[in-house]
Nanobody
Framework: VQLQASGGGLVQAGGSLRLSCVGS???????IAWFRQAPGKEREGISC????????YYADSMKGRFIISRDNSKNTVYLQMDDLKPEDTAVYYC???????????????????WGEGTLVTVSS
């Protein structure tokens, strides 16, 4: 499967963005996860969603301001980000995981495919 993340941009603190991850292939066979990597920092997991959309997981530090969803009819997973802060500035990536059944994981080493990232810049 091929993935493409989009929707990043420049936003002021307190603003919102919705990222999209569009895929090809057998899209509904994959759990999808969002990660981000800020300059000089390690990649961190944000949230993931199971292949049917029924299972959702958020990293503890990401709960409350981020909402993940998917529309398999459009081969798309979304990440709604609200009340953005300067520390949310990063490149955001989506990734696909085939071998997780109906669940999902934020284990980056378990991802089968990665999309190119989309840059989110939050100004203060």
């Amino acid at each position: 499967v091929q993935l493409q993340a989009s929707g990043g941009g420049l936003v002021q603190a307190g603003g919102s963005l919705r990222l999209s991850c569009v895929g090809s292939g057998t899209w509904d066979a994959y759990a999808i996860a969002w990660f981000r990597q800020a300059p000089g920092k390690e990649r961190e997991g944000i949230s993931c969603i199971g292949k049917t959309g029924h299972y959702i997981y958020y990293a503890d530090s990401m709960k409350g301001r981020f909402i993940i969803s998917r529309d398999n009819s459009k081969n798309t997973v979304y990440l709604q980000m609200d009340d953005l802060k300067p520390e949310d500035t990063a490149v955001y990536y989506c990734a696909a995981d085939l071998g997780i059944g109906a669940l999902c994981s934020l284990n980056s080493k378990g991802m089968d495919f990665w999309g190119e990232g989309t840059l989110v810049t939050v100004s203060s």
